[in-house]
């Protein structure tokens, strides 16, 4: 008997217009209210809040030198450079902060895009283990976490991905230290220091370089392309400074580090030094950028020419 008049009470409930009207009433103000707070957070909040995140960068970072682990300086120098995109503050989906100002936003995509790049290199050439022919998984991990896709505008943590990349390259890390002695095949974690490994990794850095070196862009996007070039030159330092110690001997050997490797490193400070307040193409600004980024480029080439053929 209560359980029929429960059954019945639940139903006029639902069947309550006003109780209805009254939920209409409700979700409707909800909505209202979140299309203001998106409203007045993309104008004039993020408009706010935009400079502390325009900050970008004119300095040449320093690396870590590790000399009892052969590949720890290469590949703690590209974590290193991941980490400093986080410290720094991603913007990549920052909604609002990077449609007033996108030049810490361009710079990001730049430094991603070449990291990621560094992390393909790893997987395929650097640290695969020819003798169990598989590439490391957290390497492979950590390569799909730093990802290349900057147009989606919101639900995507890219900060969240990226320290899931850092954590499969700490892991990658200690397998390389503990797997040190071990025979190669026993090894989950290898590093193999050879020119023609180099090599390879020189020259997709180079291609990664080109493309953006290609851009077309008209009066508005001028900034972008500066900016985008630029992120690709201190990630690149970042991977060229790990790579000069661990591969120092090979460079010396293919008499390529003082007279190829060393002048390529000038190049690059002197172009992330390139810091304006406003770039324009009037004065120079990008057309310069792009002539220092197409020598290093051409650097870039020679020396992986001269590991390839010695």
């Excluded at 209409?24 to 707070?37: E, M, P």
């Excluded at 960068?57 to 030198?65: A, E, G, Q, S």
């Excluded at 023609?196 to 070196?213: F, G, S």
């Excluded at 600004?285 to 590991?307: F, G, P, T």
């Amino acid at each position: 008997m209560e359980e029929t008049i429960d059954k019945k009470s639940i139903l006029s409930y639902l069947c309550d217009y006003k109780e209805w009207t009254v939920f209409l009433k409700r979700f409707i103000l909800l909505i209202v209210l979140a299309i203001v707070a998106f409203v007045l957070w993309f104008f004039p909040i993020s408009l706010i809040v935009a400079p502390f995140y325009s900050i970008t960068t004119d300095k040449v970072p320093t690396v870590k030198i590790y000399k009892n682990l052969v590949g720890k300086t290469t590949t703690d120098a590209l974590k290193s450079g991941l980490q400093n995109l986080l410290d720094e503050g991603l913007v990549t989906n920052f909604v609002g902060v990077r449609t007033w100002i996108d030049n810490k936003y361009y710079e990001q995509v730049g430094k991603i895009e070449m990291y990621r790049i560094g992390l393909y290199t790893l997987e395929n050439n650097l640290a695969r283990n020819r003798g169990t022919g598989g590439a490391n998984e957290h390497i492979v991990q950590a390569r799909s976490d730093v990802y290349a896709d900057f147009r989606i505008p919101m639900f995507t943590s890219y900060s969240t991905r990226v320290k899931e990349a850092i954590s499969n390259i700490d892991i990658y890390l200690k397998q390389l230290k503990e797997d040190k002695d071990k025979s190669m095949a026993d090894k989950r974690a290898v590093f193999i220091v050879n020119s023609d490994n180099l090599a390879v990794a020189l020259d997709r850095l180079k291609q990664q370089l080109q493309t953006n070196l290609m851009l077309k862009t008209t009066f508005t996007t001028q900034d972008d392309k500066f900016y985008r070039i630029k992120g690709n030159l201190i990630a690149m330092y970042y991977i060229l400074k790990g790579i000069e110690y661990d591969f120092k001997s090979k460079m010396v050997d293919k008499t390529s580090y003082e007279e190829n490797f060393i002048p390529m490193m000038n190049l690059l400070k002197q172009a992330i030094a390139q810091n304006h307040i406003v770039v324009l193409e009037s004065l120079g600004h990008l057309s310069k950028l792009v002539k220092d980024a197409s020598l290093i480029s051409q650097k870039l080439a020679e020396l992986r020419d001269k590991l390839r053929n010695g």
